[in-house]
């Protein structure tokens, strides 16, 4: 019974509901991506240029020196399944202070062959100014026009049809996560429904406009 209330309790507490005179709505989760586990390491080297490096971390890094570069303490190795054939990673995450994080994941288990880079920490950004919390519009300004999964779904949030026709050295090199910003979602609880679930939406899509759309993460691949 303990397990049944506990079980309930933590799901309860993963979901947040808008006010309506018809039917709740699940808001979005707004992750924090600050980790205060121990003091980040300063890195003054936070570029990310899609293919090649996240910072100081390039498709040569190893385990080692990952210590070297943030510091044991803010290391912490982990397993997590990816992607849609829930391919098992070994996986590193990187604790950045305040910021955010950043996930290595690992081609091997030995952990000296990077696969992708998950980015989850604010001021790491492409030259072109793509990073965590950069907007819809200016997304669309930078990479053209695109399309994005529903909300809140297992596949959802995503960023699809990604053709990179304005930078396409970054094709097949770089992938998005957007979210709603909380308060606007409440605000505007039709928009918001309208672009929750299994569905694919042009970025163009009215409904978008008013929900503060912004990227919450981006997945940095490196050549093989």
Excluded at 23 to 49: E, G, H, M, Y
Excluded at 55 to 70: A, E, N, Q, Y
Excluded at 98 to 121: F, M, P, Q
Excluded at 187 to 197: H, I, M, N, S, T
Aim: proline content about 4%; glycine content about 8%; hydrophobic content about 40%.
């Amino acid at each position: 019974m303990n397990y049944l209330s506990s079980t309930i309790t933590v799901a309860a507490s993963a979901l947040l509901f808008s006010y309506s005179s018809t039917q709740a709505i699940a808001l979005p989760q707004q992750k924090n991506t600050a980790i205060t586990v121990a003091q980040a390491k300063a890195v003054t080297d936070t570029s990310i240029i899609p293919g090649k490096k996240v910072g100081p971390i390039t498709s040569k890094t190893t385990r080692r020196d990952l210590v070297r570069i943030f510091g044991a303490s803010n290391l912490k190795d982990t397993e997590e399944d990816r992607g849609e054939g829930a391919r098992t990673f070994a996986v590193t995450k990187v604790n950045l202070g305040r910021t955010g994080s950043l996930t290595v994941l690992w081609e091997d288990n030995a952990r000296n062959k990077v696969s992708y880079v998950e980015v989850r920490a604010l001021g790491w950004k492409t030259p072109d100014g793509v990073g965590v919390g950069t907007s819809l519009s200016d997304l669309r300004g930078i990479l053209g026009e695109f399309k994005i999964n529903g909300l809140g779904w297992g596949l959802g949030n995503r960023v699809y049809d990604l053709q990179m026709k304005k930078l396409p050295h970054y094709y097949e090199k770089l992938s998005l996560m957007v979210d709603a910003d909380e308060k606007l979602a409440r605000k505007f609880p039709k928009q918001y429904q309208a672009v929750l679930g299994e569905q694919q939406l042009p970025a163009s899509h009215s409904n978008w406009k008013p929900l503060g759309i912004k990227v919450t993460s981006l997945d940095v691949f490196f050549g093989s």
